[in-house]
């Protein structure tokens, strides 16, 4: 009886913290070291959720015609303590994204950094690797 008592907990601790521990990922699962890429887009949500921050964008094609990208971003406690909050990047912001393309095709990339048209640069503290 003790035996399936424990094996019965055992199978409901693994059940339970399955969802949890498959939330979470590597930058390298994700995101591809070998595709960087540079975006140039309009700020359209910023979602601060655990365990990454998301910030949305809209860039524009040469064709005229409008993308939705999300970036990936540090924690928002991470970012917070860093003084990075919604203030920091208003909707309707223009800002330069680099970082690293989705490895599954979407339009989802790891951010490494954002710039403002005025020159201020944050770092995402994210997944992605530092600039070189």
């Known amino acids: 009886m003790k035996k399936n008592l424990a094996i019965l907990v055992a199978t409901a601790t693994l059940a339970l913290t399955a969802a949890p521990l498959r939330a979470h990922h590597s930058f390298a699962a994700e995101f591809d070291p070998n595709q960087p890429i540079q975006l140039r887009g ?45 203030n920091t990047l208003p909707l309707g912001t223009e800002v330069l994204v680099d970082g690293y393309r989705s490895r599954d095709g979407r339009n989802r990339a790891s951010g490494r950094d954002i ?10 503290e994210g997944s992605a690797p530092p600039a070189e």
Request: glycine residues 10%; negative net charge.
């Open 115 to 124: 710039t403002f048209t005025d020159g201020r640069k944050i770092y995402l």
């Open 42 to 86: 309009i700020v359209t949500e910023v979602e601060f959720i655990n365990p990454h921050s998301w910030i949305h964008i809209d860039v524009t094609n040469e064709d005229g015609s409008v993308v939705s990208w999300a970036i990936e971003g540090g924690t928002p406690n991470t970012l917070f303590r860093k003084g990075i909050n919604q």
